[in-house]
């Protein structure tokens, strides 16, 4: 089974500033998604952005983007310009390509703080 | 609205008792999965279906039970074999192979 690795389980930022985090992941397969998911206090899981593996170039969604680096298989997010609603527990995750078994592998996620 | 549905959001259950915990998603998804959130250990899979009257068992699936009799529900039962089965549960649903998933609310279950 694939593994998805979060080795931050904290990390704080102060407001308006950029916070990398990490996520690392261990497959064999060649096409796969990669995605981070955003749960806030209310524990609704958000999706924040996703990735195809193909696909050379980084996904960006306004202030997210991510840093994709097939070889190293590391998967980090960048926020940028940071917001006190930014805090939350962010989840890497990871998802074959292929139909079969139709699995998600979730990190043990990272909790961001972010000082006002 | 399209979404998925969870109740209730917080449940009560004493020690030995069974205790099933609703799933309701009118996405049209064919694949719906349940999870088992711990402090500290992400998300657990417990079962998954990819279609109607057909599910796997995940990671973490003794002590749990489901059924899927209609493609937009997915009930899971929380057995008395289950040993700690307090733990804040969600669902989520995708639909085709390169989709993410979507996340109903979560139920939180407490057994007193």
């Known amino acids: 089974a694939q593994t998805v690795t979060q080795s931050q389980p904290e990390m704080s930022v102060q407001e308006a500033e950029t916070v990398t985090l990490s996520c690392t992941y261990d497959?064999?397969?060649?096409?796969?998604?990669l995605f981070w998911y955003k749960q806030p206090p209310s524990r609704q899981m958000i999706l924040v952005i996703r990735?195809?593996?193909?696909?050379?170039q980084n996904a960006t969604e306004n202030r997210f983007s991510v840093n994709f680096q097939k070889a190293a298989k590391s998967f980090s997010l960048k926020i940028s310009d940071s917001q006190l609603g930014d805090a939350a527990m962010y989840f890497c995750?990871?998802?074959?390509?292929?139909?079969?078994?139709?699995?998600?592998?979730f990190g043990t996620g990272t909790s961001l703080t972010v000082i006002p | 609205d399209g979404g998925i549905t969870q109740s209730p959001k917080y449940l009560f259950r004493k020690e030995g008792q069974n205790v099933t915990l609703s799933c309701e998603q009118n996405?049209?998804?064919?694949?719906m999965y349940w999870y088992r959130q711990d402090p500290g250990q992400g998300l657990r899979l417990i079962y998954y279906?990819?279609?109607?009257?057909?599910?796997q068992k995940g990671d973490i699936a003794e002590g749990y039970s489901v059924s899927r009799e209609k493609k937009e529900s997915f009930p899971l039962t929380v057995t008395s074999a289950q040993k700690n089965p307090t733990a804040f549960y969600l669902c989520?649903?995708?639909?085709?192979?390169?989709?993410?998933?979507?996340f109903g609310p979560g139920t939180r279950l407490t057994v007193l």
């Open positions: 996405l049209n998804h064919d694949a």
């Open positions: 995750a990871y998802r074959s390509a292929w139909y079969t078994g139709n699995q998600f592998y």
């Open positions: 990735q195809e593996a193909y696909k050379q």
């Open positions: 989520a649903s995708n639909v085709g192979s390169d989709n993410e998933q979507f």
């Open positions: 279906s990819q279609i109607v009257n057909d599910f």
């Open positions: 497959t064999s397969e060649s096409d796969y998604y």
